[in-house]
């Protein structure tokens, strides 16, 4: 197991209807050394990648997404969440449909700061059916700007948000892959990590 | 004037109704250099303060809380806002009124995350009304836990949620503290800063 496996076994609670709460260190308590071993990684994964910005999305990839940005020297730039359509200026707009919550979110970021230039590396906590995701993804190529990885903590591999974002041909790290979860006894299997 | 003044004058727009725009360094984009700078000078002016957590409040607080906790070595926790009452297990919420959204939000922490023992940092991009704040400080309170001080980015002097926390015996440091913006020229004026 790596570093975020062993969290996750450690202090991550599996629940019914494969929810795994990882609220104590990834997404509303915040551990910050593990943020930075989560930095030191994907810089390794990405060792070979040119990147000039991080984008991630609200609330609770901001957080990740500051600390590994220090391990490429990037700012960060967040998407905002919103219901509503009530937006001042330039914006690049996605409508992107959460499966959990079961509403259309718009996912928004301002035209000014993404650049047909930019390389970006996606950050994000989670990975499930990929739906932020992919209104991300769709908001940087609106933008003419390359995605250039996508880095997620956590994948639920037994959803399909990691195949689709694969066969689409992105290049996708993920730290921890869970391939089941068993509320019963709260044990939780990973998929093999690259050595 | 210190470097987040220069970088509000710099790069912030001010506009009509009191609005300071910061959105590309500080609340949209992120420069983690400057959330850098702020930790250190967050550090120096509570050297003497004993803190072993950081709480804040989604979405914009949250990379600069995550950026500063590790010049404290502590974790982080930010608040969750919501609309709803759809809480599962046991969560601490305060109730807020927004004055520029002119709605009211519950501002809610996960009671296993704040302890009576905690000395409690809390860290927000802006005060202005300091509704957001009052809530975060109500949690602490609830908890039983010690507000052992406030870091704010930028403070607007000029109205009152300042004001009010300092009356209220909280050591409140505001980081640069705006006098007064001119919309027409885009001139801003600080108030003096502790040397």
Redesign the interface.
Known sequence: MNFLEKKIVEQGVVEKGNVLKV???LN?????EL??EMGKEFKKRFKDVEINKIITI??SG??I???V??HFN?????A?KSKSINIEGEMYIAEVESFTHKCKNQVI??K??INPEDKILIIDDFLANGCALQGLISIVNDAGAEVAGIGIAIEKGFQNGGKIIRNLGYRLESLAIVQSMDPENGTIKFLPQPV
Chains 1, 2 share one sequence.
């Open positions: 609220d104590r260190f509303h308590q915040m551990d910050i943020f930075n609200e609330a901001i957080g997404a500051c600390v940005a220090q990037v700012p960060v730039v967040f905002k970021v301002s000014k700061l």
